[in-house]
């Protein structure tokens, strides 16, 4: 009887010891509830973005032990951007990647990315995108009915057209080109001469087909994964705007996470972030390889050309401050001189 008692009293005694080790797990698997996650986009599921969608969706269910599962809508098949927002904000889908571009009619500040010839190069867009000027803007999404998470890169934006090749500003006159359902875009392409037509992206191919439209301009993943070498024949690489993508969650859906699947969100999101700007800028230097292969004639603005075209829209800027954004785009600058410093 007293062996009994004795074992008795360390199984008690080890199983108490134990115990405190086991709630934590206990308390974290209950709050993680299996959810399905709509995630809608706009290119193809073979696209960058398609990829990266599908590496966010492998991060999610493998911090989660499966629990939260994302499925993903590509090709634009929950709506274009636009539609998809508001999807968000009305709690009808959970979460989407689409250009910042397209929230200007949801909060105008993010018209500043558009404006054109802003950064040098990706490192320079990494630094400000990621540092307190991006999470600025990100975080005045949340009375909006929408959570920005982190920034995905869409790319240096260049032309292409099926009229002739463009090597100076003067050659886009007449040329109908297709621009996003922004302002920002609109003004600074009729200022180089085109006839802009702002479109939403699901409707281009046709209208490129068609000739509704002549060009468009586009990073040259997009231009590849979007087949548009089928009906453009110039590509002319001007780099003209460096286009972010945002990775965006309902607030009415994300408010209702527990803080352990909200870190899990977060944390998925920053890892395909890194991702994908890897992907997408190897991606870059594929496509036009690709491009070329495929028949397209490509050309380079010349240095001095990019001059001219920055003159040129220089009253793009004066008109984005008159409208109410000089203390943000001086921010913006400033932020930039630093990041160059």
């Known amino acids: 009887m007293k062996l009994f008692r004795t074992l008795l009293l360390a199984t008690g005694l080890a199983a108490a010891a134990l115990a405190p080790a086991l709630i934590p797990t206990v308390a974290a698997a209950q709050d993680i509830k299996p959810r399905i996650i709509r995630f809608g986009y706009g290119l193809s599921e073979s696209s960058n973005q ?9 991060e999610m269910s493998k911090r989660s032990g499966g629990k939260l599962k994302v499925k993903g809508f590509g090709d634009a098949s929950l709506g274009n951007d636009i539609q998809m927002q508001n999807a968000l904000i009305g709690g009808a889908q959970e979460m989407m990647v689409g250009s910042t571009a397209t929230l200007v009619g949801i909060v105008k500040d993010f018209g500043v990315y558009d404006l054109p010839f802003l950064f040098n190069d990706e490192k320079e867009a990494d630094a400000v995108l990621d540092g307190p000027f991006g999470q600025k803007l990100i975080n ?12 995905w890169e869409n790319g240096f934006r260049n032309l292409t057209n099926s009229k002739r090749p463009i090597t100076k500003a003067e050659d886009l006159g007449g040329v109908k080109l297709r621009v996003m359902q922004n302002p920002v875009y609109i003004d600074m392409f009729n200022r180089f001469g085109a006839n802009a037509v702002p479109l939403a992206f699901s409707e281009l191919f046709t209208a490129l087909e068609t000739g509704t439209v002549d060009g468009q301009e586009n990073p040259v993943t997009t231009i590849q994964s979007s087949k548009f070498y089928e009906v453009q024949k110039y590509l002319t690489i001007s780099k003209h705007v460096y286009s972010p993508w945002i990775l965006l969650a309902s607030k009415r859906w994300y408010d209702g996470l527990s803080a352990d699947e909200k870190k899990i969100v977060q944390d998925s999101a920053i890892a395909s972030r890194d991702f994908e700007r890897k992907d997408s800028r190897e991606a870059s230097t594929q496509s036009i390889a690709y491009l070329k292969e495929k028949g397209m004639q490509i050309n380079e603005l010349s240095a001095a050309e990019l001059d001219r075209m920055r003159e040129l829209v220089k009253p793009a800027f004066d008109k984005y401050a008159a409208e109410g954004g000089a203390d943000l785009l001086k921010d913006l600058q400033a932020e930039i001189t630093k990041v160059r410093k």
């Open 50 to 58: 398609g990829r990266a969608v599908k590496f966010f969706a492998e």
């Open 140 to 151: 005045s999404l949340n009375e909006k009915g929408l959570v920005g998470l982190v920034y």
